[in-house]
């Protein structure tokens, strides 16, 4: 079974920050490309952040370099890095990979700014 657990969301208030965490198990973690998507609801989903295998990364146009994806190949983690954060950044967070052909999600961690 593969599992992706989010943890780190939680309350700031407008210009904070916060380290968003995903926990793998059952990949090869070091092989598999990861992604942060988040979610309003009502809206859809929309893609945040992607950490190829071999490190390289790609943000959505939004972030506009206050976010950072990283990687702990040692610890089947990935993490999402969250600075200057805005009201508009309130969301819930998933983190994604694909894996033997099957989309794999988390089940998200709320991440809530407040002005």
């Known amino acids: 079974q593969v599992y992706l657990v989010e943890s780190g969301g939680g309350l700031v208030q407008s210009g904070g920050a916060l380290r968003l965490s995903c926990k793998t198990s059952g990949i090869r973690f070091s092989l598999a490309h990861m992604n942060w998507y988040r979610q309003v609801p009502g809206n859809q989903r929309e893609f945040v952040a992607r950490i190829t295998n071999n490190g390289t990364t790609s943000y959505a146009g939004f972030v506009k370099a206050r976010f950072t994806i990283s990687r702990d190949n040692t610890r089947n983690t990935a993490h999402l890095q969250l600075n200057l954060l805005e009201p508009e950044d309130t969301a819930v967070h998933y983190c994604?990979?694909?894996?033997?052909?099957?989309?794999?999600w988390g089940r998200g961690t709320q991440v809530t700014v407040s002005s």
């Open positions: 994604n990979t694909s894996w033997k052909g099957r989309d794999v």
